[in-house]
């Protein structure tokens, strides 16, 4: 089947609809992890021939697989960080001009990934592509789809992981602004009450309770939140 018949054959008007509920029900989850484990799960089930998703996220060059469906995603993950190399680490490294890296057949595909192609195929992998996730202010990492059998990701393919992406980081931004708030507003609950803990019990001002925090957490290397959840659980400072 050509890449037109296969593009002819997707069910567009079908996909629309799946995609506006898995947006839907990406909202509604209650947490990043299950946001993101709900993205790769849509992964599998959206785009035709995609047998396995993961997301990759560089801390410097070090490669982290968030929510993978199958040890595949994690082996292909922690390969291309060896070498430094493949469609995922690229996708992830990439200025927002780049939107997808598609390896059509590992088996025969070795120009631009020569190192990496070779040994993915003993993984297992046939074809892969990698998506940017990105919103306006930030780069998240990337989405990444395999398939283990050769030349199965056509242009409607890469179409549909594209879309699906495109919802992903606007899901995973908002889920990861949601958690941060969160903690922003947890971490000053518990300051707030070692605070007052420290005010009742050497009878001095909410400043200078906020100060004797904040030289004792310098002093020890230890972060504010830290020493602030000590004073609440030892009743002052430990």
Not at 8 to 17: C, L, M, P, S
Not at 74 to 102: H, K, N, W, Y
Not at 196 to 210: D, N, W
Request: hydrophobic share 40%; glycine share 8%.
């Amino acid at each position: 089947m050509t890449g037109r018949e296969a593009e002819d054959k997707v069910d567009w008007g079908r996909f629309a609809q799946e995609m506006a509920s898995m947006a839907r029900d990406l909202l509604a989850q209650d947490s990043v992890g299950a946001t993101l484990q709900r993205i790769t799960a849509s992964a599998t089930e959206l785009v035709e021939g995609c047998d396995a998703a993961g997301i990759l996220v560089l801390r410097g060059k070090k490669v982290e697989s968030l929510a993978p469906t199958e040890q595949l995603v994690i082996d292909s993950d922690q390969l291309q960080e060896r070498l430094g190399e493949g469609p995922c680490f690229d996708a992830a490294l990439t200025a927002q001009g780049d939107r997808v890296f598609r390896m059509a057949d590992v088996t025969t595909d070795h120009s631009r990934w020569p190192a990496y192609a070779p040994q993915a195929k003993a993984l297992g992998v046939g074809s892969m592509m990698g998506f940017l996730l990105f919103t306006d202010d930030e780069d998240l990492g990337a989405l990444n789809l395999y398939s283990r059998s050769p030349g199965v990701f056509t242009e409607a393919s890469e179409l549909a992981g594209w879309l699906l992406a495109s919802h992903a980081a606007v899901a995973f931004s908002s889920a990861r602004a949601h958690a941060q708030m969160e903690q922003a507003v947890a971490t000053r609950h518990v300051i707030g009450e070692a605070m007052g803990i420290l005010m009742g019990r050497h009878h001095i001002t909410e400043e200078q309770a906020f100060d004797v925090l904040r030289r004792y957490s310098q002093q020890n290397n230890t972060k504010l939140r830290e020493i602030a959840r000590q004073v609440c659980e030892q009743g002052g400072i430990p």
